[in-house]
Nanobody, 124 residues
């Protein structure tokens, strides 16, 4: 069993930054990848990016490259999502989730565990 807990959400003005954290507890494995998703009101859940625990390899949705950065601290079993130059379009609940690194990143069913989400609100 793996438990994931996001934190760091909040209210920020346009152009601001936030860093989200996802702390994993329980059994984590080197062949897992941790991903971030987001879901805005009335919209489908959207893949943000992911990172592998072992190598720290990252991958981002094209639309978010350059503004969002994912990193991890293996000693703390924590993954971070640094978000810069935020706009109101980034307002959403942000979730972390874990899957085997070799499974498709865009398929929600490939993720075994999800966090409860953290709200990010960007004001104009």
């Amino acid at each position: 069993q793996v438990q994931l807990k996001e934190s760091g959400g909040g209210l920020v003005q346009t152009g601001g930054s936030l860093r989200l954290s996802c702390a994993a507890s329980g059994s984590t494995f080197s062949n897992d990848a941790m991903a971030w998703f987001r879901q805005a009101p009335g919209k489908e859940r959207e893949f943000v990016g992911d990172i592998t625990w072992s190598r720290g390899s990252t991958y981002y949705a094209d639309s978010l490259k350059g503004r969002f950065t994912i990193s991890r601290d293996n000693a703390k079993n924590t993954v971070y999502l640094q978000m810069n130059n935020l706009t109101p379009e980034d307002t959403a609940v942000y979730y972390c989730a874990t899957r085997k690194y070799y499974s498709g990143r865009y398929i929600s069913g490939n993720y075994q565990y999800w966090g409860q989400g953290t709200q990010v609100t960007v004001s104009s």
